[in-house]
């Protein structure tokens, strides 16, 4: 392992690179977070809360997206590591109504779940914000549902259904649901005190209000057939009760100090100042690559997947120009990244409050953030 630091003058130009992206209006605000051996050593914050909103502090909540699901996956780790279930049981050994004996979906097993080769990528709640608080009708569409790739054939991203399966999984292991068994067995011992799988109902809504970009804030044009505009997915997630909804992929709420904390422990082999999340050989199992393809079926690009993680080492991801596959990490919505480097010990968030509907805005910004600090770590 590299004993890596960051110096005073590469932390200013760190500080530079992260209020040029504020100045020239890429995002409304943000949060840099980063952690080296254990330590806190970038802790920025910048612009504002919303168009309209507050200074962005470290402690301001945002919304992270499917930087969720790396969260609900270690729950899951540490349930199997517990000898509750192992990963290649199917799914149906712990949650029988959700296959048919003798059908090719009762042949998908927890590892394809994690691993986005479950064959089941998209559902009908997918745009269905509506339905997403309601836990039961969530579950039932997962019974209901039929693979559309054989299961563990073709990595194809499970943008929503990765939660749902993970999380009654959670459920049906632990018998609490998601959103407190990641409370009590992730997010409290690490102190992540400002990390949540949705907003509880007795809470205050004080999460940052994302902006969509429109055609005339885009870097370039990016085309027909994108999906959904940003400004709709900003409208949508800004909604009080999509915030409060338990959507274990893509409702947590949370800090980039809280997550780079969170990669701090998993680069660490699963521990930090004293706290165990996972053995280290069970973090070493979830971050090296299960899956991988030239053209995932969902997302139409090169992917890479661990069990819960994303790893890098390809030209087109977030985790630097010339990344490795033993980084591994998560992306989310609107420029929001966090990794984990095992071989540098560090662990990186970063977390912003902008939607742009091209991918490659995004993943170009993130990619430049990355390379910064580990230039910084490097010289």
């Not at 932390?11 to 330590?39: I, K, M, P, S, T």
């Not at 927890?110 to 009708?137: C, M, N, Q």
């Not at 870097?219 to 400004?231: H, K, M, N, Y």
Request: with cysteine.
């Amino acid at each position: 392992m590299c004993m890596s630091h960051i110096t005073d003058s590469d932390h200013e130009q760190l500080r530079a690179e992260f209020d040029r992206h504020l100045d020239v209006g890429l995002h409304h605000g943000a949060q840099l977070a980063v952690y080296v051996n254990g330590e806190l050593v970038v802790d920025f914050a910048g612009g504002m809360t919303g168009p309209d909103g507050k200074e962005t502090t470290p402690e301001t909540r945002h919304l992270i997206f499917s930087c969720t699901k790396p969260y609900a996956g270690v729950g899951l780790h540490q349930l199997i590591e517990d000898g509750e279930a192992d990963y290649d049981d199917p799914v149906v050994e712990y949650w029988p109504e959700f296959a048919d004996p003798g059908t090719q979906k009762a042949d998908i097993t927890i590892r394809h779940v994690l691993s986005h080769t479950a064959g089941i990528p998209y559902g009908e709640f997918d745009d269905k914000a509506e339905k997403w608080s309601d836990w039961d009708a969530v579950v039932q569409a997962m019974e209901d549902i039929e693979p559309v790739f054989e299961p563990g054939e073709q990595p194809a991203y499970h943008t929503f259904n990765y939660g749902w399966l993970v999380g009654e999984l959670i459920h049906r292991l632990s018998g609490q649901p998601v959103e407190e068994y990641v409370a009590e067995n992730v997010f409290d011992p690490l102190g992540m005190e400002q990390s949540s799988i949705g907003l509880a109902a007795n809470e205050d809504d004080d999460v940052a209000t994302l902006t969509g970009f429109e055609v005339f804030d885009r870097c370039r044009d990016p085309g027909e057939g994108l999906g959904i505009p940003a400004s709709e997915s900003a409208a949508a997630f800004n909604d009080d009760a999509v915030r409060r909804a338990v959507v274990p992929a893509a409702t947590g709420i949370g800090t980039a100090r809280d997550m780079a904390r969170f990669y701090a422990s998993m680069a660490n082999g699963g521990a930090l100042d004293g706290t165990r999340l996972l053995e280290e050989t069970t973090v070493a199992e979830a971050t090296r690559t299960h899956a991988e393809t030239d053209s995932d079926g969902t997302l139409s690009r090169p992917a890479r997947y661990g069990l819960g993680f994303w790893t890098g080492g390809l030209a087109n991801d977030m985790f630097g120009s010339l990344s490795r596959e033993r980084m591994f990490g998560h992306a989310g919505l609107g420029s929001i990244f966090g990794w984990g480097d095992p071989e540098l010990n560090v662990g990186f968030a970063y977390v912003t409050n902008g939607i742009r509907e091209e991918s490659w805005e995004h993943a170009a910004r993130v990619a430049g953030m990355s390379d910064a600090v580990r230039l910084a770590l490097l010289e």
